[in-house]
């Protein structure tokens, strides 16, 4: 999700730093092996989660004139060079992506006049009460001035405590068009991959015999995957490195990560498995997250 993300800045971006606080070393671990661009890769590791704003501060040092952040569970259609030319133009304080929802109530919505500029930002209020069906997208361009409007250290949510704060500096908003997931749930999670899968292409990277094994599009399948004969894969599914699938078995709406084995007969639907998990034959297995190693029986 983050090379996702990643993969949408401008090639003016010369630095990205990641901020984390959950697997930090993992992450360290994945960018120090990641092939050499002209982007440097920084990973900053917290203490302690510092909210989204706090985030921000605490990677301060390595802010030096307008930059941009994004939430990083979020997978979306934003072009993000045509968001940083708009906030050039208003030279305010901040944009925030803006995206159109039905039920705005999880969400952080504005209230915005016809030059796009933010009068009012509230967080996760009633529908009834929202002054617009406009929520915050999770992406932002941002000027340094506003790390003053953040405490070191402290937890803070930029939504909450500082976008409020800000509006008389100049708040912006950019609306886009087309697809948007907040993927911090295991069912929009695998909604995300779908739309990443069918915007990316599907490749398949293994030999896999078409007469003996269905493929329904789209689906990623990486090196060194076996899929037993009779089989069905798909749609939107998500093969690692080496997995390993039996005959006869069913795979649809999921994600089945490096080493996974499933056994002959099993149907895997609407579900994660992490890395090495075991399912049994004949298994069946409906809108489960299994975490790395679990063996699932039948």
Request: contains cysteine.
């Amino acid at each position: 999700m983050i090379e996702y993300t990643l993969s949408s800045l401008p090639k003016e971006v010369d630095r990205a730093i990641i901020a984390v606080s959950y697997m930090g070393d993992e992450l360290k671990a994945y960018f120090e092996d990641r092939p050499k661009s002209h982007c440097e890769f920084i990973v900053v590791t917290e203490d302690k989660p510092l909210g989204t704003g706090g985030a921000i501060k605490n990677v301060e040092r390595y802010i030096d004139d307008t930059f941009l952040a994004f939430n990083g569970d979020v997978i979306c259609s934003l072009h993000v060079d045509k968001m940083l030319e708009f906030h050039r133009r208003k030279r305010g304080i901040g944009t925030i992506a803006l995206w159109r929802v039905e039920d705005v109530s999880r969400y952080g919505v504005v209230e915005l006049d016809e030059h796009m500029r933010i009068h009012q930002f509230k967080e996760k209020v009633p529908k009834e009460k929202a002054p617009s069906d406009l929520i915050n997208a999770g992406a932002y361009v941002l000027e340094p001035d506003i790390l003053a409007y953040m405490d070191a250290g402290k937890a803070i949510s930029i939504e909450r405590d500082v976008f409020p704060c800000v509006i008389k500096r100049g708040l912006y908003g950019f609306q886009f068009d087309g697809h948007w997931v907040d993927a911090g749930t295991p069912a929009s999670f695998l909604e995300a991959q779908g739309l990443v899968l069918k915007d990316r292409g599907s490749p398949v990277r293994t030999n896999i015999d078409k007469k003996k094994v269905k493929v329904t599009q789209p689906v990623h399948i990486c090196d060194d995957c076996t899929i037993g004969e009779g089989s069905q894969v798909g749609p939107n599914v998500f093969l690692g490195k080496g997995v390993h699938i039996g005959r006869d078995c069913v795979v649809q709406e999921s994600a089945i990560f490096e080493g996974s084995e499933i056994g002959a007969g099993a149907r895997v639907h609407g579900s994660i498995l992490g890395l090495k998990v075991k399912v049994e034959p004949s298994a069946r297995i409906e809108k489960k997250v299994l975490g790395d190693n679990a063996h699932f029986k039948a």
